[in-house]
């Protein structure tokens, strides 16, 4: 079973399968957070053609059996990134030539090693297709600010004011929540675009180590020790964040954005961290203290993100492991 359009195929109906049961699956949750799975699976071991047949099945299928525009959400928030980030995870060239490697191809040339696309450099991409979606999302409550609150705010009170058999508890009238409900409205794309680029780039580095452990993945398991951004994606972070004071609908947009690249700098600052505490003996307490603190309280992924953000200035890792500063290919 090493035929690339069959393994596409498979990969394709699974994902199907699982995007259509987070609708009526008491799974739902698991479900959605391994839906992009088969395809990262596929295009990771077999390559770029695998990926693509699995998009288009998966369309396809999700479009048939459910909805027109069901295929169409499919294709947009899962088929396509999907297939986009494993193109450029197989994107490589010989280091000592300029030709670019054919994508999927399942060995190095023997005139040299091959220098992979680098890994923060996927990261990137992952954001932006983070905060487009988020974007992409956002007109189906409301073309403008006013009618996006009102729909909001409709739908929250169908789902929680008024599954209350006995009324609001006190405290928790909709008086009382009123700011609550206001900044919920206000982070849901960025809440969007973090749930999005974690599930990508969890199931994306799921898969990469089960083709990495089974022998099967086309590129070797990068070191992410000295991952970095590009030059300018600091700027695109920015201008994102003065973007959520901007009038109106735009302003919901930026957020989204603002969202996604807070996420990718925690996970910079996480490396930035990893790497300092490689060879202290308190290594795991220390780590295992931090992801608790994370997950218990967001100022410790902000304190984890500024680190991300000053590294490139700072420059920590550099100093911990006397390491040549990363080029701006990564």
Same mark, same amino acid.
């Given at each position: 079973?090493?035929?690339?359009?069959?393994?596409?195929? &498979?990969?394709?109906?699974?994902?199907?399968?699982?995007?259509?049961?987070?609708?009526?699956?008491?799974?739902?949750? &698991?479900? $959605?957070? #391994?839906?992009?799975?088969?395809?990262?699976?596929?295009?990771?071991?077999?390559?770029?053609?695998?990926?693509?047949?699995? @998009?288009?099945?998966?369309?396809?299928? /999700?479009?048939?059996?459910?909805?027109?525009?069901?295929?169409?959400?499919?294709?947009?928030?899962?088929?396509?990134?999907?297939?986009?980030?494993?193109?450029?995870?197989?994107?490589?060239?010989?280091?000592?030539?300029?030709?670019?490697?054919?994508?999927?191809?399942?060995?190095?040339? !023997?005139?040299?090693?091959?220098?992979?696309?680098?890994?923060?450099?996927?990261? %990137?991409?992952? @954001?932006?297709?983070?905060?487009?979606? %988020?974007?992409?999302?956002?007109?189906?409550?409301?073309?403008?600010?006013?009618?996006?609150?009102?729909?909001?705010?409709?739908?929250?009170?169908?789902? $929680?004011?008024?599954?209350?058999p006995d009324g609001a508890p006190p405290g928790m009238s909709k008086e009382?929540? %009123?700011? #609550?409900?206001?900044?919920?409205?206000?982070?849901?794309?960025?809440?969007?675009?973090? /749930?999005?680029?974690?599930?990508?780039?969890?199931?994306?580095? @799921?898969?990469?180590?089960?083709?990495?452990?089974? *022998?099967?993945?086309?590129?070797?398991?990068?070191?992410?020790?000295?991952?970095?951004? !590009?030059?300018?994606?600091?700027?695109?972070? #920015?201008?994102?964040?003065?973007?959520? $004071?901007?009038?109106?609908?735009?302003?919901?947009?930026?957020?989204?954005?603002?969202?996604?690249?807070?996420?990718?700098?925690?996970?910079?600052?996480?490396? /930035?961290?990893? /790497?300092?505490?490689?060879?202290?003996?308190?290594? $795991?307490?220390?780590? *295992?203290?931090?992801?608790?603190?994370?997950?218990?309280?967001?100022?410790? %992924?902000?304190?984890?993100?500024?680190?991300?953000?000053?590294?490139?200035?700072?420059?920590?890792?550099?100093?911990?492991?006397?390491?040549?500063?990363?080029?701006?290919?990564?």
């Amino acid at each position: 079973m090493n035929s690339p359009i069959l393994i596409g195929l &498979v990969a394709g109906l699974a994902s199907a399968v699982l995007f259509a049961s987070t609708l009526i699956s008491t799974w739902a949750i &698991v479900l $959605f957070y #391994v839906t992009a799975l088969p395809g990262f699976i596929a295009g990771l071991g077999w390559g770029t053609q695998a990926v693509i047949v699995s @998009t288009l099945v998966g369309s396809g299928l /999700v479009g048939i059996v459910m909805a027109p525009i069901a295929g169409l959400g499919y294709f947009l928030t899962l088929g396509l990134p999907v297939a986009v980030l494993c193109y450029f995870a197989l994107l490589g060239r010989p280091v000592s030539e300029n030709a670019v490697v054919e994508h999927g191809a399942a060995h190095a040339p !023997p005139s040299g090693k091959i220098e992979w696309y680098p890994p923060g450099r996927i990261v %990137a991409w992952a @954001t932006l297709m983070a905060g487009g979606i %988020a974007a992409l999302s956002v007109p189906m409550f409301g073309m403008d600010i006013e009618s996006y609150r009102n729909n909001l705010k409709e739908i929250l009170d169908r789902t $929680f004011f008024s599954q209350m058999p006995d009324g609001a508890p006190p405290g928790m009238s909709k008086e009382d929540m %009123a700011p #609550v409900i206001e900044l919920l409205i206000r982070a849901l794309p960025a809440a969007s675009a973090i /749930v999005w680029l974690t599930v990508m780039l969890l199931n994306m580095w @799921t898969a990469g180590r089960v083709m990495t452990t089974s *022998g099967r993945a086309i590129r070797p398991w990068p070191d992410f020790t000295m991952m970095s951004y !590009p030059p300018h994606f600091a700027l695109g972070f #920015v201008a994102s964040l003065l973007g959520t $004071f901007a009038p109106g609908i735009l302003s919901v947009i930026a957020t989204g954005f603002a969202g996604a690249f807070l996420l990718a700098y925690v996970l910079l600052g996480l490396v /930035v961290l990893h /790497v300092l505490a490689r060879n202290s003996p308190f290594k $795991f307490v220390a780590l *295992g203290a931090l992801y608790l603190g994370i997950i218990l309280f967001g100022w410790v %992924a902000l304190v984890v993100a500024i680190i991300g953000i000053g590294e490139p200035v700072f420059r920590l890792r550099q100093r911990s492991l006397g390491a040549p500063p990363p080029s701006n290919n990564d």
